[in-house]
Structures are given as C-alpha cells and as structure tokens.
C-alpha cells in the first residue's frame, strides 16, 4: 500500500541548503518521490511512497528537533500520485514576495481547529472566510458563504486587500489546502490593521477529513497527479459545483488550454474537449486553430510548485 503525506513547518532553518541535501538523501533511500522546499524560514513537503516508508520518513523527522512537533498528514496513495522527487531550497516555502517582515515566525492569525470551524457554522456565528487559494483552485470546491479571493497566485495577495476593506474589524478565517498560506495571509492581513484574524489550523483537507460533505462543497483541488481528492464522495451530499468554463455545464475535468502559448488550467467537460473547445477561449482557439483537441494534462505549467498547498 501507497501513502501520500502532506506537511510543513515555520522554523528557522540555519542551514537549507545543507537540510535540502540530507532530505533528498533520505528519500532517495527509502524510495519516496514528490516535492519538499527548504527556506531558512522552514520546511514544505507532500510525499508519497510504501506505507512502510513513509512511517521510517515521519519517524526521521521526529527526531529531528526542529520538526517533533510537526503535524503531518497523511492520504491513501496510488504510487504515481508523482512523477519524481524534487527537493529544493529557496528564499521562501511558499512564495509570496511579501516584505520580509510579513512572516509566521514574528507574528499569525490565531489558529481554529477543524472541531471549531464546525462549532461556528452549526452555531451561525457571524465571520467571513476568505480563501486564500489561487482562482482554478477554488473553482471545484470551498466553503460555502467564502470569500475568493480570485488570485492567480499566491503573489497577488496584496491584491485582496481591497476586497476585504469592509471586514477589518469583522472576525475573518483565512483557509487553503494543508494550512502554509494562511500562516502568511493572516500574518499580511494583521500587519495591514486587520483586528480579529483567524487561520484554519491543517487546512481545508483535514476538516473535509473529518466533516465530509459539510459545508465545504465539491472537491479539493491538489498539486499532483490526482488533481482533485474528496472524502466520501459517494454520500448523497456530496455536490459537484465546478462548472466547464466554455458551456457551463457541471464538471470537475481540469484542463490546459490547447495553445501551448497560454496553457491557463481550468475546468473543461469531456464534450467540449472532444469537440475541438479545449481552449480557455475563442481567441486561443483561432489563434491555433480550430482543429486541435487539448490532452488532458494533469498538471499545467503554470501552476507554480511551491503552492503545493
């Protein structure tokens, strides 16, 4: 059997290049391929491998000082939820380009526990969720009653800041994939005079984990060859909300635009693939020409890595 784990960690880091290095080694040995970036800020990782493996791998990194307490999730993998291993260090695990004192390790929005999340939507408590995932993202699944935050990428998020003008003395819970964006949105929100700022602690994919099918709709989309996962999706509550961006119709069939020139990611149906509409419009379409029907590329070029999640 094949696990995927998902995981991150603000901690200063005296050394990436050198963890990056030690890293790569230990999952060369015990077979493991996906993504881990390295900052002097901390550590992001998804993996995937032998159910064996990933356990020596969490164990190894238990005993690492800096990364006990680290929580780490885990899914039910394939063994080619990846196509290789690449580990990296960079200026930051998750890029946002924000000014150096925007960061998790000074200061953050205050942590909700799934349980809690939970708690104030069966309750009716008043507060906005903003997410803080890119556009194609949130386009099969969020929250219901969420604020999108409609970036393109992670780098745009002083772009929201106008969208939320309203909110800054409202209590907001910002929310993404496994958790490491929020730690940075809320920590930008809070330096731009936001009062009461929470952040969902381990992300959208625990809390689907435990409450499957309650208020959050559709799928969750992930950076890897899986592109969507959901928990129960048999269970008559389950929605599919995305929509096919050129007829409309109810689809969850993520694409790359046909013209290799532009390769946008978004939700095509299988009809509209086959019949030659597999560009993200009209425009790239002629600009190809009309004969050409996209692959279904699993994962574009565009999207960058290290938002993994």
């Not at 020139?261 to 509409?277: D, K, T, W, Y």
Request: charged residues 25%; contains cysteine.
């Amino acid at each position: 059997m094949y696990q995927v784990i998902l995981y991150y960690k603000y901690v200063k880091v005296e050394d990436p290049a050198g963890l990056a290095i030690s890293q790569k080694l230990l999952c060369k040995r015990l077979g493991l391929i996906g993504r881990i970036i390295v900052a002097s800020e901390g550590i992001n990782g998804t993996l995937e491998g032998k159910t064996e493996a990933i356990a020596e791998y969490a164990k190894a990194m238990r005993n690492d000082p800096m990364f006990a307490d680290m929580n780490i999730k885990y899914s039910q993998g394939d063994g080619k939820t990846f196509p290789k291993l690449s580990v990296k260090a960079r200026s930051e695990i998750v890029s946002s380009h924000l000014d150096g004192t925007v960061s998790p390790l000074n200061r953050t929005g205050k942590y909700l526990s799934s349980e809690e999340l939970h708690d104030w939507f069966e309750s009716g408590k008043e507060f906005y969720i903003v997410d803080m995932r890119n556009d194609y993202e949130t386009q099969s699944g969020h929250f219901e009653g969420s604020i999108l935050s409609g970036m393109g990428n992670f780098r745009d998020l002083p772009k929201v800041l106008d969208t939320l003008a309203d909110l800054k003395n409202k209590t907001i819970l910002t929310v993404c994939t496994g958790g490491v964006r929020c730690e940075k949105a809320s920590a930008f929100l809070l330096e731009n005079g936001f009062a009461d700022v929470y952040q969902l602690k381990d992300g959208i994919v625990t809390y689907m984990e435990k409450y499957p099918n309650q208020h959050f709709k559709g799928k969750l989309y992930v950076f890897d060859q899986r592109i969507l996962i959901a928990f129960n999706p048999e269970d008559p509550a389950h929605q599919v909300i995305g929509h096919c961006l050129r007829c409309s119709q109810f689809s969850e069939r993520y694409v790359n635009c046909a013209n290799d020139e532009c390769h946008l990611h978004f939700i095509c149906c299988e009809n509209c693939a086959e019949n030659g509409r597999a560009f993200c419009s009209e425009k790239c379409r002629e600009t190809v020409g009309s004969g050409i029907v996209a692959n279904n590329l699993k994962i574009s070029s565009r999207i960058p890595a290290e938002e993994f999640v």
